[in-house]
Every structure is written in C-alpha cells, then in structure tokens.
C-alpha cells in the first residue's frame, strides 16, 4: 500500500481488522484472545496478522502479538478518525442549532453527549430534561434569551423555596415578556431577590440558550422559528471550561438586573 487512502480503505473495509489493531495497540494479544474479543474466524484472523506483519504494523513477541511503532501510530490516528466521524454522525441532526460561532473548542468534545429530542410520545422531553437538571443542580448557570414559565417556576422552587445558588445573564428581550404576565413576573422578581439569587441583563445579543447545572452543560437548541429541536448535555471538561469563560465573558460587561 503505498497511498494513504489505500491504507484506511484497507483497513475501513473490514471492521475485524480495525478491531486486532486496537486490541494489539492497548496490550499483547495471543491469537486465542484475539479471536474471543473480536469474534473474526480462524481463516480471517489468519489472514488480518499475516497483512499486518508484512506492513510493519504488529510483531510477535512472548507475550503475543503486539503493536510496533507504526502500528501504534496507526492505530491513534484510526482512532482519532473514528472518533470525529461518530461526533459527525451524533451531531448530524442538532448541529444546524448548536451555537458553533461562539464555540471554540473542537467539536469532538461533544462525541458522548447526550441529546434529548422531541417524540410524539413526549414533546416536551427536551424541556422536561431541563427542568429536572434545574432541580437537581446545587449551583446553577443560565445564558439565554429566553425563559418560559416551567423554568421560572421551576427556579423559584429551587431558589426561593431552596438552596440552589444560581446565576444569570438575561437579555432585555428576555424579560419584557415576564412583566407582560404578572403573576409570573411576581415569581420571578421574588427569584431575583433571593439571597442565593445574582441576575444581570448582558449589554449585548444573546443568540443561545445554555446552562450550567453543577459539572453539566446544556444547550436548548431551538430552530428559526423558535421550535425546540433539541436539548444536548455534556459533562466533558472542555465543554464546562468553555460553558463557565463564556458566561463570565457576559458576565463581566453585563449590567444588574433592576426589577
């Protein structure tokens, strides 16, 4: 194989062959182990070390077959690639609403999110999954343009009622909606005043909706036409260091909420 597309063709067409690389890349393998963790037939597992040991990729040692240098450095690289096509497939359908340009952070970051849509059993779940992050969270992050009357409601229990410390930066547009409904607004204003309760209305468009609750981030991604398509959370590091910057980033130019 001498191009490099011939080399991930060749390994692409044949899940068993990805499958001994990265088992001989993590540890020594004997033939016997090989078969049980990737259940490749005799012949096929025959045929997979043969092309691997004429392409410098594994050699046999005492302990069994194991990855040489190449082969090691193939196999991170197959990883790599693996991991940023299954981020592909994931994110494929919610990617339209995620907030890419504010996100600096490689995308990869959201490979093991979790993505909550709407069913016809449950068109709500995106929102049902918000609000019982809001209730679990002991300290509580909001970004958003928005807020309905479940999460209000749902913020005065935790905060007025209880003990959650919780932060926001709002918008303008966010608010006016709250003093047009005023039992709402009463709720609201008693959150705002709460000693466990800080809120600032930012000095500049807000175009998403996210949170912080505790070590958990979520994005409410609604379309164009303000449809919730999705809720996505993720607990990786990168994407709570970049969540937490990014809301002090408005945080620090926002100004106190007057209510």
Known sequence: MTEPLEAIEFLARSPNRVAVLRAVADEPHSRRALREE????????????????????????????????????????????????????????????????ELDID?????????????????SGPLKRALELTDDARDHRILS??????????????TVEGTQ???AVVTDATIEPLRDAPALWTQFRAVADSDTVTIRVADQPV????????????????????????????????????????????WETASPLDV
Do not use: C, K
């Open 207 to 250: 175009s998403f909706a996210m949170g912080v609750a505790d070590d958990t981030v979520y994005f409410l991604l609604r379309d164009d036409g303000e449809v919730l398509r999705a809720l996505v959370e993720s607990d990786d590091e990168r994407v709570l260091r970049w969540a937490h910057d990014t809301f002090e980033r408005y």
């Open 107 to 123: 995308l990869t970051a959201f490979h093991d999110a979790t993505i909550t849509r709407p069913t016809t059993t449950d068109p």
């Open 165 to 167: 410390q919780f932060e």
């Open 38 to 101: 990737t259940a490749a037939s005799q012949p096929t597992l025959t045929r997979i070390l043969r092309d691997f040991e004429e392409n410098d990729w594994i050699r046999r040692t005492d302990e069994g077959y194991t990855a040489t240098p190449l082969g090691w450095l193939l196999a991170d690289g197959l990883a790599d690639l693996l991991t940023v096509v299954e981020t592909e497939q994931h994110l494929r359908d919610v990617a339209p609403w995620l907030p890419t340009d």
């Open 145 to 158: 343009y928005a807020l309905n009357r479940d999460m209000v409601e749902r913020l005065h229990a935790a």
